[in-house]
């Protein structure tokens, strides 16, 4: 009776603890997204035989600002021997959306994979905030173009088809463009500042699966690099670093 009566005691501290994250989640659903870039957690596939074709679902949380999570999904394919294409899409609270594709080809060696990528992406950015005055309120409202280049090297289907690792770097140029609107009491708008400076952008992710060889979890983690940035403001502000969990599917 007591073993039972200790699985019982461990079973409901379990069911608070999830009772607890859930909730933590939706609130971060509901956090307004003040910042126009983070990085984009698109899987990693490590594709290695023609036919092979991945897809990946997951959510990430972004840092240091720990805004709203986001929702990724990743396609890859290889429809011909070495060549492999890959598209990618995340939704920031349902306001900010990044769509990316790519092509290159793939090297194994054994179970060791290199991939290389040349690739486009395009995305938008919006939030509103009040100023401190009260007075006043403004709007960020943009978009970014990305054209990049990225080479991943990892092992997949280690342990039976039970474990994939992996490493990407992903380097580009990004060209945006976000103005800073406000609105004054009386409802007019104006474009008090802009943001249009290119920028390379560097971008290295770290990716873990485990499961079965059809069916994994995923961890994903990744952090940005933006060369000029400008930090005389917290108008235009990204995230520099991104944690993602998700389910990977290999048919």
């Not at 501290?13 to 990085?39: D, E, N, W």
């Not at 039976?160 to 406000?182: E, Y």
């Not at 802009?194 to 069916?215: I, K």
Request: proline fraction near 4%; charged fraction near 15%.
């Amino acid at each position: 009776m007591r073993i039972f009566a200790i699985a019982n005691q461990n079973c409901q501290t379990m069911k608070k603890h999830c009772i607890r994250l859930a909730i933590i989640i939706i609130a971060a659903f509901g956090i307004s997204s003040c910042i126009v870039y983070h990085p984009h957690n698109a899987e990693l596939p490590l594709l290695h035989k023609q036919g092979q074709m991945q897809a990946e679902g997951s959510l990430s949380m972004s840092a240091p600002l720990l805004v709203s999570p986001a929702i990724n999904a990743s396609f890859a394919y290889s429809p011909i021997n070495k060549l492999a294409t890959q598209a990618a899409v995340s939704i920031t609270d349902f306001k900010n959306l990044y769509v990316q594709g790519a092509a290159g080809t793939y090297f194994p060696f054994g179970k060791a994979v290199l991939e290389c990528y040349a690739g486009y992406g395009y995305g938008i950015s919006y939030f509103a905030h009040r100023s401190e005055s009260q007075t006043k309120k403004y709007y960020i409202d943009g978009h970014y173009n990305l054209v990049y280049g990225q080479v991943n090297f990892g092992w997949a289907e280690l342990s039976d088809g039970d474990f994939d690792i992996g490493f990407g770097l992903k380097g580009g140029i990004m060209s945006p463009r976000w103005d800073k609107i406000t609105i004054d009491d009386q409802g007019l708008r104006s474009i008090e500042e802009t943001h249009n400076d290119a920028h390379f952008l560097l971008e290295p992710q770290l990716m873990l699966r485990f499961g079965w060889e059809q069916f994994k979890f995923s961890i994903n983690a990744s952090y940005a690099f933006l060369d000029g940035w400008p930090t005389d403001n917290n108008y235009f502000n990204y995230e520099r670093f991104s944690v993602g969990l998700g389910i990977h599917f290999n048919f």
